[in-house]
């Protein structure tokens, strides 16, 4: 077996999780349960010993047990009274016992699954309800920025299946969400966009989300033409695709990894340009991107200990923003650095980074203006040519004046 059993959490970890798992025996690990933890974040409690702070911990509670015991009935209607969460309850019967799906009806659970339906009903029944807990939290955000964030996770959804199944990849919407990504910010400010990404229940999809924002600004705030702005975006939407086949249980457990969780996590970018050459369509710079991100000038980097030139200005750019974001985020296992804070860690990775690069994200995301604006973002100049795409150093290249009315990013 590749990976380790799966690290599930204990429930009462301070941290948000995506679904709960109410199980007979709080040990045993029933095959929905192993599923669902490929997709979402998940602990499990027992049902005698399930409480108001487990339910208040997860976004979605499923229950998986016989229910014979009516004390365990009783101690889960108070945990589903307590904070009114019967519609983010699913009882999924156990083999044919139909006393369980009764005691379920009994006490309101919102949705029953008979014992006979696929799992995928299960993970789809936790989907609904996740996407919901979304919609409320982003309630109150412009349309635009609410719409670019279900499309995008749309498409991660979309990208999940072609590569399971070796299958073309959603160009046509990578395309769409990379310009969407674009107008939201334009729209609302990169530090608006940031607060509402953060809103998802899915640290992989904030983090990509986080991170082609940052791409976007930062292209933009360099001049970098249309072109190149949208590789970068779409390079970094894709950049970490190859998490998609580590289990979420490493990928935000709450504690320390073990040497071998450590090492699955490194897998990824070589799992995922795999991946994206095996699936059709992906351009070789948005590959390079996803295997190289993680390199490092001075050579200490992964997978493949490139350095100097081995790694082109795309990659350098995109392992800044992809870093610099790593730190703002709050995850399970610790807390969001400040904008400064983040910085002067980054300033510490001497010889890592690109010198001139790093300089002149540091001046865009201190800039005290900088995340608020609106429309109208960038330098008064832009790159003449396509830098990223013909491996040129964007702050190697002469720069001529944004035309008039001429809207370089539509
Ligand atoms: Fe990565
Ligand atoms: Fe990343």
């Known amino acids: 077996m590749l990976f380790p059993a799966l690290p599930l959490r204990e429930v009462g970890a301070k941290v948000m999780i995506d679904v709960l798992f109410v199980l007979d025996d709080k040990t045993e690990t029933p095959a929905i349960v192993t599923r669902a933890a490929a997709m979402f974040s998940v602990a499990r409690v027992s049902a005698s010993g399930i409480g108001p702070e487990h339910v208040s911990s997860a976004r979605v509670m499923v229950v998986h047990a016989a229910l014979r015991n009516l004390h365990d009935v009783a101690r889960?209607?108070?945990?589903?009274?307590?904070?009114?969460?019967?519609?983010?309850?699913?009882?999924?019967?156990?083999?044919?016992?139909?006393?369980?799906?009764?005691?379920?009806?009994?006490?309101?659970?919102?949705?029953?699954?008979?014992?006979?339906?696929?799992?995928?009903?299960?993970?789809?029944?936790?989907?609904?309800?996740?996407?919901?807990?979304?919609?409320?939290?982003?309630?109150?955000?412009?349309?635009?920025?609410?719409?670019?964030?279900?499309?995008?996770?749309?498409?991660?959804?979309?990208?999940?299946?072609?590569?399971?199944?070796?299958?073309?990849?959603?160009?046509?919407?990578?395309?769409?969400?990379?310009?969407?990504?674009?107008?939201?910010?334009?729209?609302?400010?990169?530090?608006?966009?940031?607060?509402?990404?953060?809103?998802?229940?899915?640290?992989?999809?904030?983090?990509?989300?986080?991170?082609?924002?940052?791409?976007d600004a930062f292209a933009r705030s360099l001049g970098l033409s249309a072109s190149d702005t949208l590789l970068f975006t779409k390079a970094s939407l894709l950049h970490d695709v190859g998490k998609l086949f580590i289990p979420i249980g490493i990928l935000e457990k709450a504690g320390p990894l073990s040497e071998q969780e450590r090492r699955a996590i490194m897998t990824h970018p070589l799992r995922g340009a795999k991946a994206l050459r095996k699936g059709s369509g992906a351009q070789p710079l948005v590959i390079a991107a996803a295997r190289s991100h993680h390199e490092y000038l001075d050579g200490t980097g992964y997978p493949d200990g490139l350095a100097g030139g081995q790694i082109c200005p795309l990659v350098r750019m995109l392992t800044i923003v992809d870093i610099y974001s790593a730190l703002r985020e709050t995850r399970a296992y610790k807390a969001g650095m400040t904008p400064r804070l983040a910085i002067t860690e980054m300033a510490g990775m001497k010889g890592k980074l690109d010198p001139r690069l790093f300089a002149a994200f540091r001046d865009m995301v201190l800039n005290p203006v900088f995340g608020s604006q609106r429309s109208s973002r960038g330098p008064e100049t832009r790159l003449a040519n396509d830098c990223l795409l013909n491996g040129i150093h964007p702050l190697d290249r002469e720069t001529r004046p944004l035309e008039v009315g001429h809207r370089a990013f539509g």
């Not at 006490?107 to 936790?126: K, T």
């Not at 996740?130 to 279900?150: C, F, H, K, S, W």
């Open 76 to 215: 889960i209607e108070d945990a589903c009274d307590e904070l009114r969460r019967r519609d983010d309850c699913v009882y999924v019967a156990k083999g044919s016992e139909r006393a369980g799906i009764v005691q379920a009806e009994s006490v309101g659970i919102g949705r029953v699954i008979a014992a006979h339906q696929p799992l995928e009903d299960v993970l789809a029944a936790i989907q609904c309800i996740l996407n919901r807990d979304l919609a409320n939290r982003l309630d109150g955000y412009p349309e635009q920025v609410i719409e670019t964030i279900n499309t995008t996770g749309t498409l991660f959804q979309q990208v999940a299946a072609a590569m399971r199944e070796d299958g073309p990849l959603p160009l046509r919407l990578l395309s769409d969400s990379s310009r969407n990504i674009g107008a939201a910010i334009e729209c609302v400010g990169l530090v608006e966009w940031i607060n509402a990404v953060e809103m998802h229940h899915s640290q992989t999809c904030r983090h990509v989300l986080m991170v082609a924002g940052y791409a």
